[in-house]
């Protein structure tokens, strides 16, 4: 009888895939047996059927599975009859750790059925959902490796895990109100449940443990519980994220069928939608809420006895990372909150709700973190030998990204990375995904900020370890992220990178941060830039928006204007520190332009209380009524925004709204560094369009970009963020290209 050894690469541990197998095994009758090893799942079959068998394995999979390879060969070996689930063998991780997963309907039925034996209980799971990669501590992922070992299994339980026949099948998080995790309130309940929902009907702030850390709690819809949440966390304007069933959300936004696909999804993240109807101060000056559905069994419990909208925000101290242990909860939010929702399953890490949104050009994601970590992505064509690489990222939107075997672990979202307990999450990060994955880096790549915390992390590291080290120009390793993402080859060719963000150094000493690019993974040009201007103050210009409009305002000629519409700022000093270049770098910086237009038109003057919020209400306010744009000048590569800033004047003079002012700015933006991309791909310089950078989120300029661009090749972020996070993929990429090309 013929016998084939099968090997299985991708996310396949931990999705249900070894009695996926087996059942396959039965329903074609074959002898053998299935295994989880170090390298993903290791198959040895005999029958008359195989053909079919290994057809199945990847058009059948299981919903959680991603089958990234299925390599088969003959094999000599004798099998016994019968086909079983044998235990993992050996250790370290070449295999995808599958992420967390929200709750499945078969689960949720359960909850929901008096009938059934977990009914009401708050940690339901199977191998189709629940943890993963929260409850991980190492590989292979067996229930000792998670933070469920410390719960032994009742009779029940452990039939379900032992039968392949069961979706509960090897679930390692499988429990039971009788011998899994509790759940209770502070202060004590008899009903933690019911208590917590009367409570947040009261208008109560709740800090409620979930997956991935603690969530702050109020009713969404009581305008006075959101400013209480907002008056304890000193959190003025900052958008809160919601939660809320189908219904709910259906109630309140309007949502498309793709919009709806997303919050369905596994990973239940945030998602961006257009609605209202509720107060204010949920969101303040925003065009869109931040959704997302129950994806736990606990949320919902509250949200069927809640039945309403509930803001759901990380639980955390100011620029601090989310909390995730009971006493820490207890410690640092009790500031916050009146009551506690609890439970005794420990977190392995903290990880934030991803945040994503659909734009009419696909999806984007924001922020990357729970349920799509850690996935990783393919490396384009050229890259299949790669060296080992870990790169750092940067100094905002902290994220780690390994390359290992033709793959690129981009990590979690870690915040920003000046506060301590930020930087301590980095560096475990860095320890975790390292025992995690394996990995043995032979290069180390970081910004070419050298006062940038990960880039003295990195090079401290190289240097001890004598590694070979790569810095990396921020703008360039956001051009090679998008090429990453989108599967250019190594050698595809130049393409033109339109890459538009805060900040970040350039070769020539200055700020960077509105740039247009010629490169590949090996090397760059600048080619055209945002004209620069001074950031007064330094890192106080990206907190004050008036001091980028008064610079842009007197560089334009428009100084009795800027008197006029800062009347009461210290516009004396301001100039005195451009005038003496005193801690006043200058900076072709995008994001800062965005906040000059903002302040000028009133949306956010003096100042912003979070990263981003000047340009986010200039999104929000603006109405797509088409046209040009505003104009810049364009002379020596160099995009001057003043004539810009006449026409805003003489529009408002005009009348013209603050809408369709907004919608100006936004094209004219677009088209300027359009119309010069277009120049390379017509002289045959560029093959294609890149566009990347944090202003990239901004779905209204990417739209009038992508317009004014018309038929020309244009690669964009769908699964990796166009910000600073999707920054150390880029990075690794050029370093893994610089290290192949000299061996």
């Given at each position: 009888?013929?016998?084939?050894?099968?090997?299985?690469?991708?996310?396949?541990?931990?999705?249900?895939?070894?009695?996926?197998?087996?059942?396959?095994?039965?329903?074609?009758?074959?002898?053998?047996?299935?295994?989880?090893?170090?390298?993903?799942?290791?198959?040895?079959?005999?029958?008359?059927?195989?053909?079919?068998?290994?057809?199945?394995?990847?058009?059948?999979?299981?919903?959680?599975?991603?089958?990234?390879?299925?390599h088969a060969e003959d094999w000599e070996g004798t099998l016994a009859a019968g086909f079983e689930?044998?235990?993992?063998?050996?250790?370290?991780?070449e295999t995808r750790v599958t992420p967390d997963a929200a709750t499945c309907s078969d689960c949720l039925a359960e909850i929901r059925t008096p009938s059934e034996r977990r009914f009401g209980y708050a940690f339901v799971n199977c191998t189709h959902c629940g943890p993963r990669f929260t409850i991980l501590r190492a590989l292979p992922y067996d229930r000792e490796q998670t933070t469920m070992a410390p719960f032994k299994m009742c009779a029940a339980c452990r039939a379900e895990y032992e039968n392949p026949a069961d979706r509960r099948f090897h679930a390692q998080p499988v429990a039971c109100a009788d011998c899994g995790p509790r759940i209770w309130m502070e202060p004590e309940a008899e009903d933690p449940i019911a208590s917590a929902a009367d409570a947040l009907k009261a208008g109560q702030v709740l800090?409620?443990?979930?997956?991935?850390?603690?969530?702050?709690?109020?009713?969404?819809?009581?305008?006075?519980?959101?400013?209480?949440?907002?008056?304890?966390?000193?959190?003025?304007?900052?958008?809160?994220?919601?939660?809320?069933?189908?219904?709910?959300?259906?109630?309140?936004?309007?949502?498309?069928?793709?919009?709806?696909?997303?919050?369905?999804?596994?990973?239940?993240?945030?998602?961006?939608?257009?609605?209202?109807?509720?107060?204010?101060?949920?969101?303040?000056?925003?065009?869109?809420?931040?959704?997302?559905l129950p994806y736990t069994p606990?949320?919902?419990?509250?949200?069927?006895?809640?039945?309403?909208?509930?803001?759901?925000?990380?639980?955390?101290?100011?620029?601090?990372?989310?909390?995730?242990?009971?006493?820490?909860?207890?410690?640092?939010?009790?500031?916050?909150?009146?009551?506690?929702?609890?439970?005794?399953?420990?977190?392995?890490?903290?990880?934030?709700?991803?945040?994503?949104?659909?734009?009419?050009?696909?999806?984007?994601?924001?922020?990357?973190?729970?349920?799509r970590v850690p996935g990783t992505v393919p490396l384009p064509q050229g890259f299949e030998d790669a060296p080992q690489v870990v790169a750092y990222g940067g100094q905002m939107k902290g994220a780690i990204c390994l390359i290992k075997n033709g793959q690129a672990l981009l990590g979690h979202h870690l915040g920003e990375l000046n506060e301590a307990l930020?930087?301590?999450?980095?560096?475990?990060?860095?320890?975790?995904?390292?025992?995690?994955?394996?990995?043995?880096?032979?290069?180390?790549?970081?910004?070419?900020?050298?006062?940038?915390?990960?880039?003295?992390?990195?090079?401290?590291?190289?240097?001890?370890?004598?590694?070979?080290?790569?810095?990396?120009?921020?703008?360039?390793?956001?051009?090679?992220?998008?090429?990453?993402?989108?599967?250019?080859?190594?050698?595809?060719?130049?393409?033109?990178?339109?890459?538009?963000?805060?900040?970040?150094?350039?070769?020539?000493?200055?700020v960077w941060g509105g740039e247009l690019l010629l490169g590949d993974y090996l090397e760059y040009e600048r080619r055209a830039w945002l004209k620069p201007a001074p950031l007064i103050g330094g890192d106080r210009a990206q907190m004050e928006p008036w001091r980028n409009a008064l610079v842009r305002l007197d560089q334009a000629g428009l100084s009795d204007w800027a008197d006029d519409l800062f009347a009461d700022a210290p516009r004396a000093m301001a100039r005195m520190a451009v005038e003496k270049q005193i801690n006043a770098p200058l900076s072709s910086s995008a994001g800062r332009l965005f906040d000059a237009v903002a302040a000028v038109l009133g949306l956010c003057t003096m100042t912003q209380s979070y990263e981003g919020e000047a340009a986010m209400r200039l999104e929000a306010m603006?109405?797509?009524?088409?046209?040009?744009?505003?104009?810049?000048?364009?002379?020596?590569?160099?995009?001057?925004?003043?004539?810009?800033?006449?026409?805003?004047?003489?529009?408002?003079?005009?009348?013209?709204?603050?809408?369709?002012?907004?919608?100006?700015?936004?094209a004219g933006l677009g088209r300027a560094f359009a119309q010069q991309a277009l120049t390379l791909i017509e002289s045959g310089d560029a093959k294609a369009v890149a566009l990347s950078g944090g202003c990239f989120q901004n779905a209204r300029l990417l739209s009038e970009a992508l317009k004014w661009l018309g038929d020309a090749p244009v690669m964009i972020h769908q699964k990796t963020p166009a910000n600073d996070g999707g920054l150390a993929l880029g990075q690794a990429l050029i370093a893994a290209a610089q290290m192949m090309g000299e061996r």
């Open positions: 009888m013929r016998s084939r050894k099968i090997r299985v690469r991708g996310q396949v541990q931990g999705v249900g895939f070894r009695p996926f197998v087996w059942q396959l095994a039965q329903k074609y009758n074959l002898s053998g047996h299935v295994l989880n090893d170090p390298e993903g799942v290791l198959i040895f079959a005999a029958g008359s059927e195989l053909g079919a068998f290994e057809a199945a394995l990847t058009t059948e999979a299981p919903p959680l599975a991603r089958v990234d390879a299925v689930i044998v235990a993992s063998q050996g250790q370290g991780a800090a409620i443990k979930g997956l991935g850390g603690f969530h702050l709690s109020v009713d969404a819809t009581n305008a006075r519980a959101v400013d209480t949440l907002r008056q304890r966390k000193r959190r003025p304007s900052k958008p809160f994220a919601l939660m809320g069933s189908e219904q709910t959300i259906a109630r309140y936004c309007s949502v498309s069928d793709e919009e709806w696909a997303l919050l369905r999804d596994p990973a239940a993240p945030i998602v961006l939608l257009e609605g209202g109807g509720l107060p204010d101060t949920v969101a303040p000056g925003q065009g869109r809420l931040g959704w997302m606990l949320h919902h419990l509250l949200l069927d006895r809640f039945d309403g909208a509930l803001v759901m925000t990380s639980g955390n101290l100011s620029g601090e990372p989310q909390v995730i242990d009971n006493e820490e909860a207890r410690t640092k939010l009790s500031a916050f909150a009146d009551g506690f929702v609890m439970h005794d399953r420990q977190i392995a890490r903290r990880l934030d709700d991803s945040v994503e949104r659909i734009t009419p050009h696909g999806p984007m994601v924001l922020r990357r973190a729970r349920g930020s930087w301590d999450a980095f560096c475990q990060a860095d320890r975790d995904y390292a025992e995690l994955f394996d990995h043995c880096p032979e290069g180390v790549a970081v910004d070419l900020h050298p006062d940038f915390r990960p880039t003295r992390y990195g090079v401290d590291l190289a240097r001890d370890q004598g590694l070979r080290l790569e810095h990396v120009q921020h703008h360039h390793a956001h051009l090679a992220a998008c090429l990453a993402e989108n599967g250019w080859p190594l050698s595809g060719g130049k393409v033109v990178g339109i890459v538009l963000d805060g900040l970040g150094l350039g070769p020539d000493g200055t603006a109405e797509a009524s088409g046209g040009a744009g505003f104009d810049f000048r364009v002379a020596g590569g160099e995009l001057d925004p003043a004539p810009m800033f006449h026409d805003i004047r003489a529009a408002l003079v005009a009348g013209t709204s603050v809408g369709r002012i907004s919608d100006l700015f936004h």
